[in-house]
Nanobody
């Protein structure tokens, strides 16, 4: 039973923009912090952006700060990742995840705190 579904990935030139979306089951995840992670070929999955359940707290990896923005629309049960000034090193499969660690509402950068994951969406940035 898929409860997190990412979309919006694709191929873009360096310097371009993409917006990723993650539709989630509102009955299950409305009060949970939500994150974006990514995994490049041959590398471990890494933290990208985090948001507390109400959007009051956001955190970003140093590599994307100032270029990426995480946001959430509770009415649409969707989390977004706006990615600007994309670089070839941003190429990866991007995953959204809902927090299962306690407290579930608080923002976290730790991969181990997240127990529910989407299937991922591929982002490829050409040079």
């Amino acid at each position: 039973q898929v409860q997190l579904v990412e979309s919006g990935g694709g191929l873009v030139q360096a310097g371009g923009s993409l917006r990723l979306s993650c539709a989630y089951d509102g009955r299950t995840f409305s009060n949970d912090a939500m994150n974006w992670f990514r995994q490049a070929p041959g590398k471990e999955r890494e933290f990208v952006a985090a948001m507390s359940w109400n959007g009051g707290t956001t955190r970003y990896a140093d590599s994307v700060r100032g270029r990426f923005t995480i946001s959430r629309d509770h009415a649409k049960n969707t989390v977004y990742l706006q990615m600007n000034s994309l670089k070839p090193e941003d190429t990866a499969v991007y995953y959204c995840a809902a927090k299962s660690g306690i407290p579930r509402w608080a923002a976290s950068t730790r991969l181990a705190d997240f127990g529910s994951w989407g299937q991922g969406t591929q982002v490829t940035v050409s040079s």
